[in-house]
């Protein structure tokens, strides 16, 4: 680094911070690997595509994008205000759920502050808070679950936020309502936690805790997602709800056009696309039943899941498995980066996908055993 640069970035920590790695583009492995045909179960993404009323609306938007988008978003956040019953000054739309959890820090944290996060989970919590001088705590996931006792024991008078994927990622495990009640009861009013429910639509357990219910509780932010179970994932779009006094903050630290024109009538499409939703849903609910039978007969174990996601323990370097299934044209998220060594995470995908998935594993998992 030249010398101006050097004195110029005098924030050296940010040198460094981990480089978020996302699943690899499906045009990247037909390129590298000379691929005609491949899939992509990496990212999470909704396998059945978008719903065709976003798809339908964006075209009847596209003539009108030489204009600056409603920057307030007006009809979509009133549209989700009438859905969640809150208040519209209580939402707060994003650049993707992502960029919540970036303008929650910035708005709440300062040098010395502390946050809460669960080791492995989304990575981009950790990455955010120490982006914005938080010292980050963390704590060992048990059992593959949040520990929600052993989080209690780390707040301290510096706590700021415990950051709850709920359910988790890349685990696809949730924290019941038991749990998170336990935890609220014991929990200083200084600290907000952050419920992560990009997963939501996808839950079907009867324990799990929608963490709107919690708003006249306890300081909480409860982020939601139009990436997963709306099939938005690459106009980027999510929503937030808190407190309107924190969503007032959070507001004013935003850029003033963050969602996108054709995001926000995507978006708002989507919402009263019922078909899609519940075809969504179907999809996974089928995929994961599938799946876990695949894995049985493979006397692979895996983790059961409340997501459209399922992480699966292939009981040898999973990097290396990964590899080998890249070069059957098929994208698995390898776990290596979230030091799950033996484990590879993979998207509930079509019928189709799942089965050229499985496929392709039993291939590489036999091959792998022979070298043995
Ligand atoms: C737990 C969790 N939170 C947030 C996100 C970000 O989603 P979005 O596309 O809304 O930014 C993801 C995406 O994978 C996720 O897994």
Redesign the pocket.
């Known amino acids: 680094m030249s010398a101006e640069l050097d004195i110029l970035i005098d924030k050296k920590f940010l040198l460094d911070l981990p480089v978020y790695q996302p699943g690899k583009p499906i045009e990247e492995v037909q390129r590298e690997h000379k691929l005609k045909a491949v899939i992509k179960l990496a990212?999470?993404e909704n396998a059945l595509g978008p719903s065709p009323k976003a798809v339908e609306a964006i075209k009847q938007s596209l003539k009108t994008i030489h204009r600056y988008p409603d920057g307030g978003a007006y009809y979509l956040k009133h549209r989700l205000a009438k859905k969640l019953g809150v208040g519209a000054s209580s939402i707060i739309l994003?650049?993707?759920?992502?960029?919540?959890?970036v303008l929650t820090l910035r708005a709440l944290i300062g040098g010395g502050d502390e946050v809460i996060v669960a080791t492995p989970?989304?990575l981009?919590y950790e990455i955010a808070a120490r982006a914005c001088g938080a010292t980050v705590v963390s704590v060992p996931l048990r059992h593959l679950r949040y520990d929600l006792p052993a989080i209690r024991r780390m707040v301290t008078a510096k706590t700021k936020i415990i950051f709850l994927?709920n359910?988790?990622?890349?685990t696809g495990t949730y924290v019941t309502k038991e749990e998170v009640d336990a935890l609220l009861d014991r929990l200083p009013p200084h600290v907000l936690v952050y419920f992560?429910e990009?997963?939501f639509e996808f839950v079907e357990e009867r324990n799990y805790p929608n963490g709107l219910h919690y708003l006249a509780r306890h300081p909480v932010m409860v982020?939601?997602?139009?990436?997963?179970a709306y099939g938005l994932?690459g106009l980027?779009?999510?929503y937030g709800v808190a407190d309107a006094r924190l969503i007032s903050c959070l507001e004013r630290l935003r850029e003033p056009f963050n969602v996108n024109l054709l995001a926000q009538v995507a978006a708002l499409a989507a919402l009263d696309d019922h078909r899609h939703l519940a075809q969504t849903r179907k999809l996974v609910r089928e995929g994961k039943r599938y799946l876990y039978r695949k894995f049985q007969e493979l006397g692979l174990r895996y983790i059961p899941s409340a997501t459209n996601f399922v992480l699966l323990d292939v009981g040898r370097d999973s990097h290396a498995v990964s590899q080998a299934l890249l070069k059957l044209g098929v994208i698995v998220r390898d776990m290596t980066v979230w030091k799950l060594h033996q484990y590879l995470r993979v998207t509930i995908g079509t019928r189709a996908e799942n089965e050229r998935f499985v496929k392709a594993l039993k291939k590489t998992l036999l091959r792998s055993s022979d070298k043995e």
């Open positions: 990212s999470n994003g650049n993707g759920s992502d960029e919540l959890i989970t989304f981009i994927a359910p988790d990622n890349p992560d990009a997963y982020t939601r997602s139009f990436s997963k994932a980027r779009i999510g």
